[in-house]
């Protein structure tokens, strides 16, 4: 019992100290903002390498007219078009590539480089995803981001937008469903976060059975004997004996 005592209120002076770093403030004396601002110095110095690393693997961004713009879009649906026919990927209907609103409009002449080089992001994702042989891709969503707005027209007077200090790193999002084989489905993952020349994060992955069910299990041979499941543990590092499969193998993802 002594012992058991002594040991909760250890623990107590402990978790009570605690709580006390935890709510507290630093007293600021010189020694103690110097230490912070060494220690912000660092993280920033850190974090500027790392975003510096990260923009050596994107696609760069380079000046564009809104006019260079929708032509080079027109290219890349014709092109992605062309890449999933010879790989016999089916596409959405009217697939514009997620630049929907530019097919027939111009974007705004601040917004036209980035939104090139967002182009050519999308058409490398969409060319890596096409060439993992997936059999569809069902749908593609890009969500759009600050700043790439489409042109005023002639009747509609635009007001001037801040002008905003250039980011190092821009973050841009589509989502996206395919249909593919379970080869193709691991490829596809493998592949993207492979991709040297940009870097692609992928947030979430939600994988869906194209059948409700299972195969159904065989209970009986054909002469009426029971099949017996040899159940014992494989052996990593060894050679396995070749079982002869009665049929085909069914997998389902």
Known sequence: ???????????????????????????PSAANVTKMKMYLDDYKG???KLKAELKAHMLPEVPLAPNEFQTHLRQAISQTMENARSHRVKLPANFF????????????????????????????????????????????RRVPHSGTTV???????????????????????????????PTAGRKVINQITATNEQFFIIRAVQVKNQKDKGPARETSSPSGAGIVNNQRPAVAGGPTPAATPSGPLNFIV
């Open 1 to 27: 019992k002594g012992s058991y005592d002594k040991a909760v209120a250890q623990y107590r002076d402990a978790a009570s100290a605690k709580a006390t770093l935890e709510n507290g403030n630093p007293y």
């Open 97 to 140: 590539l997620g630049f929907d609103e530019f097919v027939s409009s111009l974007p705004s002449p601040e917004a036209a480089p980035a939104l090139g080089q967002e182009l050519s992001q999308i058409q490398l994702l969409l060319n890596t995803i096409i060439e993992a042989r997936i059999d569809a891709i069902t749908a593609f």
């Open 46 to 48: 850190a974090l500027d």
């Open 151 to 181: 042109a005023a027209t002639p009747a509609t007077t635009a007001r001037p937008a801040p002008k905003q200090s250039a980011k190092l790193l821009e973050q841009r999002t589509v989502e996206f469903t395919i249909a593919a084989s």
